[in-house]
C-alpha cells in the first residue's frame, strides 16, 4: 500500500507543483493572450518557432555573419573541406558553401513562404465566398482550379517561363498560378461542410450579411487545416524550387538558393568525396521544413479554444 | 382581448415548394396566420408537419431548392413573399425578425467569445459603439438570468451548459430588438426544470420589449404556458386556430382531438393509451380532400373529396372540418376530448 503512494509519476509531480503555488498564492489568472499562452505551452511549437527564426533571421541579417561574397569565385580554393578559412568548406568554383546557404535561405524562403501565402490569399479567399454562396460561381472555380490541378506543372513553367522570361518573381507567380487550386478545393469542402451548422443559420437569422459571416465567422473555424497547408506548402514549394532549379528553369543559376546549392552536388563524386556541399544545406532545408510544420501545428492547436492549454 | 391589438404580421394562404432530384415537395399547403403585437402565437403540429419551413420563410430562410410558390407575407407594408434579393432580407433579418433555434449546443460560433457575439448584434443593428454595446450586452446576459455577467463575457461557448447557452442565444436575438422574434423548439434539447425557467425569460423579455413571439413546437405543456394563441398544423396546412383555452378545452378539429388524446397526462388510469393510426400524407402527391382524412376513423364521405372550408367557432377559434358544417352529422370527439370540456366547465385550469 505505501509502496504505491510512494510512487509519483511525473504527472503527480507537476500537478503538486502548481497545487503548492496555488496554496502560495502565487497562481494567479493570466493576464496574457490566451492564444499566446497555449502556443507557447507546446514545446514543438516554440522549438520550431526557435528555429525558424534562427534561420530567417541568420538570412536576413546574412551580411553581418559571413565574410565571403556567395558569388565571388576563387579558383585558387576549389573543394575545399570545412577549415577555419571556410567554415562549410568552398564548392567546385570555390564559392563558400557557408555564405551560399545563408544567403540562399532569403530566396529560397522567399519562394516558399511567399508562394505558399500567396497561394493561400487566392485559394482561401476565393474558396471561402464560393463555398459558402455556391451555385455557378463555385461551379466555375472548381473547374478552374481542376484545369489547373491537371495541367502538366513543367509544361506550364516552360511555357510562362519561355513567355515572361526567367526570373524570381515569375516563379512565385507560377507557383501562385499552379498552387492556388488545392487551397481553394480544401477550404470550399471546410465550408460545405460548416455551412450547414446551425450557428451559421443563427447568425443568418440575426441579420448577419454573407462576407461578414463566411470571413469573420466561418473563415476562422476552418483556419486549422488552411494553416497546415499553408506550411506543408511552404515545404512543399521550396522542394519544388530546388526540383526546377536543376532542371535550370526555376530560379536563374547566378542566384544562390538552397536548389541551387543541392543540385551543384548531382555528380557521385561530390556524393562521396565532398559532403559539405550537399549534406550541411539537406540538413538546413529538412530543419526548417521541419520548424514550419511544428509552428502550423502549434497554431492550430492554440487557436481552438475547445483544446485546453 | 386579442381583436383589438394591432396586427403585425399577416400570411395568407402561403404555398412552399421544394424541387427534390426534379420532383415537387409542397411542404405548405396554403397556410395563413395573423400575428398581433405583442402576442405569443404557438404553432404546434407533428414532425414534417411544416411548422418549421413555414416560419422560416419569413425569413427567406429556405433551402436553396425551396421557395414560396404562392401567397403573401405582409410586415410593415411589404410583401416579404416578393423579395428576392439578400439586401431586402438583410433589412428585416435579426432587426425585424429573429429567430432562435432547437439546439443550443451548435448555435453559437465555437471560436468567439459569447461576448463578441452578442456586442456583434448590437453594434450591427443598433448602431452603438463598442463601449455601450458591450455595456448593452452585459445588460441583455443579466436580463436572460446569467449571473456574473461580466466574467461569463469573455468565456467561450464550450464553458457554458446547454441551458446556459440557450440563455446566451436569447440574448443575442433579443439584443437585436427584433418586433417579432420566432423560437424553433428552444426548449426541446434542454431538461424540464431548465425549459421552465427559460420560458420564465421569454415571457419576462417579451413584457419588456413589446415583441411578438412565434413559438414552435411540439410539446403541448409548453403551448399552456406561454401561448395566447394556438394554430395548429398538419401536413402544411392550418387546420385550427384560436385562443389558446379555446382550442385546449373546446378543440374542433379531429386532428386537434387526437393531438390532445395522445397526451398521457390527460389518460385515466387503465386506459390505453390513445394512438393517431397511419402516417402523415406523402407530400410530392396532390392531397385530395382534408388531408388527415385517411387517419381519422370519424372521417365523412366529404372529407375524401373535397378540402374543407373555414367555419367559425367563436370570434377567436376556427376550424378547417366539415364538421362544423349545419348539416353534418353529430360526431362525438373522443372520451379524453369531452373530459377536457367538463373539466373547461367546471372551471378547472389544465396543467394548473
Redesign the interface.
Known sequence: MNDIKKKKTRLDRSFDKIRAREEAGLLKQSKMNRQLRKILNNRLAVGGFVIFSLILLASIFAPLICQYDPLAIDLKAVLQAPSADHILGTDRVGRDVFARIVYGGRISILVGLGSALGAALVGVSLGCYAGYK??LIDGLFLRLSEIFMAFPQIILVLLLVSILGQSLINLIVIFIITGWGPMYRMTRARMLSLRE???V??????????A?ITYK?IL??ALGPVMVNITLSTAMFILQEAALSFLGLGVPLNIATWGNILNAAQELRILQESWWMWLPVGIVISLFVLSVNFIGDGLRDS????QQG | MTETREKILRVEDVVIRFNLRGKELTAVRSASLDLYKGETLAIVGESGSGKSVFTKSF?G?LD?NGRVASGNILFEGENLAEFTR?EQW?K????KI????Q?PM???????TIGEQIR??IT??RGMNRQEAREEALAMLGKVGIGDAAQRYGQ?P?EFSGGMRQRV?IA??AA?RPDIL?CDEPTTALDVTIQAQILENLKELQREMGMSIIFITHDLGVVANVADRVAVMYAGEIVEYGRTPEVFYDPRHPYSWALLASLPQLGEKGEDLYTIHGTPPNLFKEIKGDAFAPRNPRALKIDFEEAPPWFAVSDTHFAKTWLLHESAPEVEAPKIIQRLKEKSLKGLDYGS
Request: hydrophobic share 40%; charged share 20%; with cysteine.
Open positions: 455556391g451555385g451548422e446551425e450557428y443559420q443563427a447568425l443568418k437569422a440575426f441579420g448577419l450579411g454573407t461578414t465567422h476562422p473555424n487557436t481552438d479554444p475547445s | 425569413l430562410m436553396k439578400e438583410l428585416i433579418r435579426g432587426r429573429a429567430m432562435i433555434f439546439d451548435t448555435a453559437l460560433n465555437p471560436l468567439k456583434e448584434v450591427l443593428h467561450y464550450h442565444v443575442i436575438a437585436c420566432i
